[in-house]
């Protein structure tokens, strides 16, 4: 992975993480909805391997992260982008 889209996945990471761990006065879960789905649409338009790849990196991020709500979302991150694979 290039430094480029090593930063690019965390810059992602860290927006998934902000829009789930913010309380509704700061984003309805209707508008995080609107702002996730053409990133899911676009992730949906990469091969398995890279989806994968990425889904391992932000894995990565996530057993890297100290605090024990933000690493719970990282968890969940690739699930949220619909990076894993499908049936």
């Known amino acids: 992975m290039t430094p480029l889209e090593h930063t690019l996945a965390k810059a992602l990471t860290e ?3 902000w829009l789930d761990h913010s309380n509704h006065d700061d984003i309805t879960p209707e508008a995080t ?3 996730l789905e053409p990133v899911v649409i676009l992730l ?5 391997q ?3 790849a990425l ?9 890297e992260e100290t ?5 719970l ?4 991150a690739p699930e ?3 990076l894993l694979a499908r049936d």
Do not use: H, Y
Not at 44 to 48: I, V
Not at 67 to 71: C, K, L, T
């Open 80 to 82: 949220t982008l619909a």
């Open 15 to 17: 927006i998934v993480i």
């Open 44 to 48: 949906e338009g990469l091969s398995d």
């Open 50 to 52: 890279d989806r994968q």
């Open 73 to 76: 979302i990282a968890w969940e």
């Open 55 to 63: 889904a391992d990196l932000i894995n990565q991020f996530a057993q």
């Open 33 to 35: 909805t609107k702002l």
């Open 67 to 71: 605090d024990p709500d933000r690493q």
